[in-house]
């Protein structure tokens, strides 16, 4: 009953039946109280979306499995203190991270979020050692701005570490075949070939894990009576959460020999393991030899089917056999162990001079076919490695797979990681037209994938190529409509573009896809504040925040709103929010920044903007601000240099352009500073700024005329309310001399 309820559970977890697996879980739990069930209830409850459940089901238990599930039930409740107490026990500080990977993985998002980047950093990059393929660990470090070179995480030593695990299993499975077969020989060797009623045989192996088999007789293909074996091997719960795989299913069709007692078959599990996971030393023996060999060994059964797997037989010699033709009894009886003479004894032939081995009859694959008119000589060394590695497959995902194929699998996942990799590495470093060059070595069937466009928009997005962002994310939006990642930034690329009735669309499909993502709440926040509703705007960016409190952009979002409506109290909170989740947010840095320089805190201000220049060294915007910072302090070399860098950073973008003429106006070097005008009017025609500047310094070099041309170009451009008063009281004091003039 407890092995049925299990695998009723099992089976409506996967069919996501989650409701189904809760019942019948707590039926199980009631009738066979034990921790192991009480975690599947736990996986249930935690998939079924109910963390507060399995929080209180599995507190206080001791389990490796149940700290984990407990971990993450406290983590998804937000009780980082109780998770880290539940991976880290107080009273055990050797004790073991459970769950590997996964659970050092949680730790380290557990420590970033209580604000301790190094032992976060370090615990991702232990995940990473142990499993190279955990692509979010990487991730995290890459947000930490901890990451390593794709190229060093996911280069020799990860492939090394994948093949290795790969390799294992393949172990694991081929010892767990070779045994089934062995086990299939000696039923059939004492079964004869008029009676084959149906029988089941147990047998516990060392590990724990039930091998169940049953043998079944049908009729052979050729019309004669065979054998079916089937094993079945269900893995018990404990071994299914610790994450063991259960063993492939093998259905293996045998037929019947017309002779077994002639075979001496050394079916001992110990030795059949021994002979799988160690390969026998193999001696090569002269063509005579060999055909004397292989003339002995199969006279008892019957006409050679194939030459060529006699041959192969006949080079594998166990090595303990010192006289390799004077000791037929000790080679018959390997090779009636050995894989080789298996596939040989229980080859069907269907067609005339072929035959197939350990033919599938469920899955319809058929082995390699054996040809019969092959001369009768010693195989190479080559060949009989290939044969090997067809002979050792496993699957994987349903895919039967071999060593060889294992080892190319492993290099192209890790080419292709190693591309993906240093790609995200280099955007978060804000190394954006670098990111992009990786990207762009992509296949582009990777390349035209949702992900990867969103991360391209992002790049362009933080170069300030709205354009080329906003056809990445509409791109992307293209190869997946329901993705949400990165659709907060395309909202706030179409609200700088002021595409309002593109943002608008946007807004609604994201809704009508996902009202409980963040995302969407910022794309109808950005929607309201470009149709300057600056309180709707603020109502739906908090519900972005209470929909996931460590979205850091919600909270940056909302300290914008904030800062528009000029409550600087309640910005100031949203920005320091944004840090608390993540610290590398410079969105947050720089809108502090700009608070305490509308509030005149120059020093707070400058401190700041360094600190979000530190995260993002290749923002023009940010350099800007920090140059204007530094010239309201009064250093106005600093600020000069700053502005430079700023300049080179980004040649379109005017900000940097005037106030570095602003800089040198201060400093009296005027024809410097209408130089640097005069090239900004390429770029910012339209600006009226800068034709006001220039009016300032005409008028300050007396040539009232230029200086009345050009505050006139300034009003016609219909600048703001305050610029207008400005220039016009400007225009009225224009015969005034500057050293009495007492207008900004």
């Not at 003479?341 to 319809?364: F, I, P, Q």
Request: hydrophobic share 35%.
């Amino acid at each position: 009953m407890e092995a049925m309820l299990v695998d009723c559970v099992n089976n409506s977890l996967r069919h996501f039946v989650y409701k189904n697996a809760i019942f019948m879980c707590e039926r199980l739990c009631a009738e066979f109280p034990s921790e192991v069930n009480l975690q599947l209830l736990a996986t249930s409850y935690l998939q079924n979306n109910q963390a507060y459940s399995a929080y209180h089901l599995l507190k206080g238990t001791q389990m490796a499995q149940s700290r984990y599930l407990f971990a993450l039930s406290c983590f998804q409740m937000d009780l980082l203190n109780e998770a880290e107490s539940a991976l880290c026990p107080v009273n055990e500080p050797g004790a073991e991270i459970p769950n590997g990977a996964a659970g050092h993985y949680l730790l380290g998002l557990i420590y970033k979020y209580t604000d301790r980047r190094k032992n976060a950093a370090q615990q991702f990059k232990q995940s990473l050692t142990i499993d190279p393929l955990l692509w979010a660990a990487y991730e995290e470090l890459c947000i930490l701005g901890a990451a390593e070179e794709a190229t060093a995480v996911f280069g020799e030593t990860a492939a090394l570490s994948i093949q290795k695990q790969y390799m294992q299993q393949l172990s694991t499975s081929l010892g767990l075949n070779t045994y089934n077969e062995e086990r299939n020989s000696t039923s059939t060797k004492n079964t004869s070939s008029e009676d084959y009623s149906p029988r089941q045989s147990k047998h516990t192996q060392s590990h724990g894990l039930k091998d169940i088999s049953g043998n079944f007789h049908s009729h052979g293909v050729n019309g004669g009576v065979s054998n079916m074996s089937f094993y079945n091997t269900p893995s018990p719960v404990a071994a299914q959460l610790s994450g063991i795989a259960p063993p492939p299913l093998f259905r293996n069709f045998q037929p019947a020999v017309a002779n077994p007692n002639s075979l001496i078959t050394d079916s001992s599990p110990k030795s059949t393991v021994n002979s799988t996971l160690q390969a026998p030393r193999r001696k090569f023996v002269d063509e005579g030899k060999l055909r004397k060999i292989s003339g002995r060994l199969f006279s008892d059964s019957g006409p050679r089917r194939s030459s060529r797997l006699s041959a192969d037989s006949g080079a594998n010699i166990n090595s303990s056999v010192a006289t390799v033709s004077g000791n037929v009894n000790n080679a018959s009886k390997y090779l009636g162990g050995s894989k080789l003479s298996s596939l040989a004894l229980r080859s069907v032939t269907l067609r005339k001079g072929h035959s197939w081995a350990n033919e599938n009859m469920d899955e319809g694959v058929r082995g390699e076919p054996f040809d019969d008119s092959r001369p009768n000589t010693a195989s190479t060394t080559g060949s009989m490695a290939s044969n090997d590695q067809e002979d050792e497959t496993m699957s994987i995902g349903g895919i039967a797979m071999s060593s060889q194929t294992i080892t190319i699998g492993v290099s192209e996942i890790l080419n292709l990681l190693r591309t993906l990799g240093e790609g995200c590495r280099l955007s978060y470093m804000y190394r954006c037209q670098e990111a992009l060059d990786t990207y762009m070595k992509l296949p582009h069937k990777h390349y035209n994938t949702g992900w990867v466009l969103s991360q391209v928009g992002k790049a362009y997005f933080e170069l300030i190529d709205y354009l080329e962002a906003e056809k990445a994310f509409r791109l992307a939006r293209q190869a997946s409509p329901y993705c949400l990642e990165g659709m907060d930034i395309y909202s706030t690329v179409l609200y700088h573009l002021k595409e309002d009735m593109k943002l608008s669309y946007l807004a609604q499909e994201l809704i009508s896809t996902d009202r409980l993502a963040p995302q969407s709440w910022c794309a109808m926040g950005n929607c309201y504040s470009l149709q300057k509703d600056h309180e709707t705007a603020l109502k739906n960016f908090l519900r972005a925040v209470q929909l996931n409190p460590r979205f850091a952009y919600a909270h940056t979002l909302c300290g914008h709103e904030y800062t528009t409506l000029e409550d600087f109290e309640n910005g100031m909170k949203s920005y320091q929010n944004a840090l608390r989740v993540d610290t590398r947010h410079y969105n947050a840095w720089y809108g502090l920044g700009m608070i305490y320089l509308r509030q005149e805190k120059l020093e707070f201000s400058e401190h700041h903007f360094r600190m979000a220049f530190l995260i993002n060294p290749s923002s023009s915007v940010i350099m800007s601000y920090l140059g204007t910072s530094l010239h309201a302090l009064k250093r106005s070399e600093e600020a000069l240099e700053i502005m430079e860098q700023a300049i080179v950073a980004d040649r379109k973008n005017p900000l940097p352009m005037y106030q570095k003429a602003n800089i040198l106006v201060c400093l009296e070097r005027l024809d410097e500073a209408l130089e640097v005008l005069e090239e900004l009017k390429e770029y910012a025609p339209s600006e009226s700024s800068v034709y006001a500047l220039m009016g300032r310094i005409y008028k300050r070099r007396n040539m009232h005329d230029k200086a009345m041309l050009h505050f006139g170009l300034a009003l016609d451009m219909k600048p703001p309310a305050t610029d207008v008063a400005a220039i016009k009281a400007a225009m009225e004091k224009l015969h005034v001399p500057d050293e009495i003039d007492e207008s900004p």
